[in-house]
């Protein structure tokens, strides 16, 4: 099939790559030429495991392209995807400047009946406007799907591949059913697509994501109550996570969530829902429980040594929001630093892929930058640990413990036994536990 896939983020890049993988012909569309030379070469501008590979393969077998004009991609397309930034307004609202002018661009350059996918997450009535961008710039047949994504940065090239659920919203049974072959090698073990209206389809991604945040701040509040019950929240965590009812997935209290979906999602919920006139309390407290969760180590921190943390160094391990990416948007991170850099202290950060990010775009020469882990401990009064990349779970804690200045570890992922470190020499503080 021909597709075309208006933006090369996160979203487009990986949608686009994964579509020629499976044997489709594939067209990227950036208005960033230096950015389109670079993935024409075969370099990618995010961390993400196995995307770079991929992509060199389809571009050196010439099923996946890139440029800058829409004329190189759509005349021929079936299927267009927009997958432009949907940036939030200071209230929380959806930008929706770049997916018109997607759209727009789209209608000018078509030649034919065209099936325009909304994948951007974006807000209920978007397909609606688009398909009036549309109606006012072709005469051509064309069909406006909803087609959220669920990925998890990380494990994007896995969720694409092998999703757990493909959503289509469509008022066309041709759409509908351009969709059901183009997405059916993905789903030949069985996993369902499903078929609902547009404004349900768009309603989904930020329920889902919304549902899975709420998981989080409520076990972040749980801990907090263990704190000061004398419990121990990974305990209570196996406890409920083993009811069926509940499950075990995103119930690990720590520093609360970052990155680009969970706070942007969470936001338009809380603004989707004022527009329709409903206050949504529960969504509301959830995001508010999620920014006083990302300061809690920087607290513990203050707790042991006091509020002036001047002629302290601290080693952080870990800068981006999650394992396994790059990216530092909305990271617990930075609120920890802030706040320690706030109060006096002095830090060294390593991080296995954000180190590069988090000079350019957020903290620059504040703070220093280690190599190892290892490295980020010299001079350092007590050990952070923020990200819990899989690097950091087993580390020589004999050596971790000559390095500091203090046998304390502050874990802000629980990753580590407070029991066995006790046992150790050291001053060990968790989440909850």
Same mark, same amino acid.
């Given at each position: ?15 686009? /790559?994964?579509?020629?993988? *499976?044997?489709? *012909? ?39 392209? %890139? /440029?800058?004009?829409?004329?190189? &991609?759509?005349?021929?397309?079936? !299927?267009? %995807?927009? =997958? !432009? ?90 759409? &509908?059913?351009?969709? +059901? ?36 701040? %409520? ?22 996570? *083993? ?24 936001? &338009? ?9 409903? +206050? ?27 509020? +002036?943390?001047?002629?302290?160094? %601290?080693?952080? #391990? ?6 396994? /990416?790059?990216?530092?948007?909305? =990271? ?21 892929? =954000? ?10 020469? $504040? @703070? ?7 490295? &980020?401990? $010299? ?8 990200? $819990? #990349? ?17 046998? !304390? ?5 629980? @990753? ?18």
């Amino acid at each position: 099939m021909r597709i075309a896939v208006i933006g090369t983020g996160y979203v487009g890049l990986v949608a686009g /790559t994964c579509f020629a993988e *499976s044997g489709n *012909s594939v067209t990227c569309v950036d208005i960033d030429e230096k950015k389109v030379q670079r993935l024409l070469a075969g370099h990618i501008p995010i961390y993400e495991p196995g995307l770079e590979e991929i992509l060199k393969r389809n571009v050196g077998d010439g099923r996946l392209g %890139f /440029t800058t004009e829409y004329e190189d &991609a759509i005349p021929d397309a079936e !299927v267009v %995807f927009i =997958a !432009v930034g949907t940036p939030p307004g200071e209230d929380g609202s959806a930008d929706l400047s770049y997916v018109l002018a997607a759209a727009r661009g789209i209608a000018r350059n078509m030649t034919g009946y065209l099936v325009v996918v909304d994948k951007s997450t974006v807000p209920v009535g978007t397909a609606r406007k688009v398909q009036a961008a549309l109606a006012e710039n072709t005469k051509h047949p064309f069909d406006v799907v909803s087609n959220p994504e669920f990925l998890k940065e990380g494990a994007a090239i896995d969720d694409f591949m092998k999703p757990d659920r493909v959503v289509i919203g469509s008022d066309s049974k041709q759409a &509908a059913e351009l969709m +059901d072959e183009l997405y059916g090698p993905f789903v030949r073990t069985g996993n369902p697509i499903i078929h609902m209206d547009v404004e349900s389809a768009e309603l989904t991604k930020y329920a889902a994501n919304a549902m899975l945040a709420t998981r989080i701040s %409520f076990m972040n509040e749980i801990s907090n109550l263990c704190i000061r019950l004398g419990a121990n929240v990974d305990a209570v965590r196996r406890g409920i996570g *083993s009811d069926a009812r509940i499950g075990s997935k995103f119930l690990f209290a720590g520093l609360g969530y970052g990155g680009s979906c969970f706070p942007k999602d969470v936001k &338009a919920v809380v603004q989707t829902a004022a527009d329709a006139g409903y +206050d949504f309390k529960i969504i509301q407290a959830v995001e508010q429980v999620n920014e006083l969760q990302k300061g809690l180590v920087a607290e513990l921190v203050k707790k042991h040594y006091g509020d +002036d943390l001047t002629g302290k160094r %601290f080693a952080v #391990w870990g800068l981006s929001f999650k394992p396994n /990416t790059d990216d530092m948007r909305e =990271a617990p991170s930075l609120v920890v630093i802030r706040s320690l850099l706030d109060a006096g202290a002095k830090i060294t950060a390593f991080d296995p892929e =954000a180190v590069d990010e988090c000079k350019e775009h957020y903290l620059g020469d $504040e @703070i220093d930058y280690a190599t190892t882990p290892m490295e &980020a401990l $010299e001079d350092a009064t007590a050990l952070i640990l923020i990200t $819990e #990349w899989n690097e950091f779970r087993r580390p020589d804690f004999d050596r971790v413990k000559e390095m500091l200045a203090d046998p !304390v570890i502050f874990d802000g992922r629980n @990753i580590y036994s407070r029991g066995r470190l006790e046992d150790r020499g050291y001053t060990y503080y968790g989440i909850g536990t």
